[in-house]
Structure formats: C-alpha cells, structure tokens
C-alpha cells in the first residue's frame, strides 16, 4: 500500500467516525503518577469518542505541545498509539486547568469511590446530557481527586461496587465512566441533530 492509499483509508476511516465523536466533552487527569496509566486514559478517550484529554502535569513530565507527545515514545506505546489521534493538552496545575474551563464554559464534574463535594451521584443514575460543555476529571492514582477540584466541580461520580474491594485502578475507572457519559451524550447528540437545537441549558 502507497502513501496515497493510506492517507485516503485514513481519510475514510475518519469520515465514517466523525459523527459518533462526543462533542464538548473532556476528560481531565491530575497529576497522574504512572505514564502507564496515561496512556491507557488516552486510549479510552479515542475508542470512546470522547473528544480531548487535558493532563495536570506538575512535574513537567510530558512535553508541552501535543505535537511533541505525539513522537513521545513512552507515551505513544502506552496508549497504543491513541495520542496520535487524541488531543492531548498539558497544564502545569490544578488552578490553571479550571480557569481554562471556566473561561470556555465548561462544566466540571469529579470522579471518586468515595461521597465528595455537595452532591453526589451513581454513574448509572446521573444525566450528563444536561451539561452543553463538560470535563470529567479523574485524581492521582494514591491521593485521589483534589480538593480544589472537588470544589470547582458541580457533583462527584461514584462507580457502584460490590465486593470486598471497593477500589479501581485508574485506567478501568476512566474506561468505565466515559464509556457511560459518551453513550448518553453520543445518544443525546444524534436525537437532537436533526432539530437544530443544542438541549437543555444548565445554570450554575
């Protein structure tokens, strides 16, 4: 296979995703402590058209610009290469990511197994189709989500669990909450498409 033919199986492959792309949602990591578990997040986000993935990177372990973490080695074998089709943007605290949010009118929701902030809500239970613009924030591997996040953030997601084990790693956490708030956007989206409406609108 040429160049040629690649670039338009690319180009095809593409075309046919598009429509099924979660528009307006990110996920948000901060202050990951294992490249491992970046790189599967990454993954998830590109198998489950969610459309861009913001990192918390105080250490300055990734490269600024999404281009460079691209050709990243690490980062690009541990997400299987998902970088290459996911934007990735960095930001070197906490502080500076929801200022960014805020200033595009994004919504913020955290993630924990734990009851935190003012209101909390079982995956399975919540609407996410309320929020036109949301970020789904996941917490470092050991501390969890931060208390400054928790208080940017309108409601905690929690994961039912059953077992003697009420923990899960990050990667399976991630994969097991945007796969449930992709479906009921992607749902939402394509009932609403042909109406030329943009849904409910949520106040803060």
């Known amino acids: ?88 943007k960095r930001f070197d605290s906490t502080e500076d990511c929801i200022n960014h949010l805020k200033k595009n009118r994004f919504v913020s929701v955290v993630t924990s197994p734990h009851l935190k902030g003012n209101k909390n809500v079982i995956l399975h239970e919540g609407d996410f189709t309320i929020y036109p613009k949301l970020a789904v924030w996941f917490g470092n591997e050991s501390k969890g989500i931060s208390d400054l996040a928790v208080k940017h953030s309108v409601l905690c997601v929690n994961i039912p669990m059953f077992g003697m084990i009420e923990s899960l790693n990050l990667g399976t956490s991630s994969g097991i909450v945007l796969y449930e708030i992709a479906k009921q956007r992607r749902e939402y989206q394509r009932k609403y498409a042909y109406r030329n409406k943009r849904g409910r609108k949520y106040i803060a």
Not at 63 to 70: G, L, V
């Open 1 to 88: 296979m040429d160049k040629q033919d690649k670039k338009n199986r690319i180009r095809k492959k593409i075309k046919e995703i598009k429509p099924y792309w979660c528009r307006n949602l990110i996920a948000v990591i901060e202050d990951p402590d294992n490249i491992i578990n970046i790189g599967t997040i990454i993954r998830n986000v590109n198998a489950l058209g969610v459309e861009k993935t913001y990192i918390i990177d105080p250490k300055h372990e990734l490269p600024d610009n999404w281009e460079d973490m691209r050709t990243d080695g690490p980062l690009s074998k541990t997400s299987v290469s998902a970088v290459k089709w996911s934007f990735v």
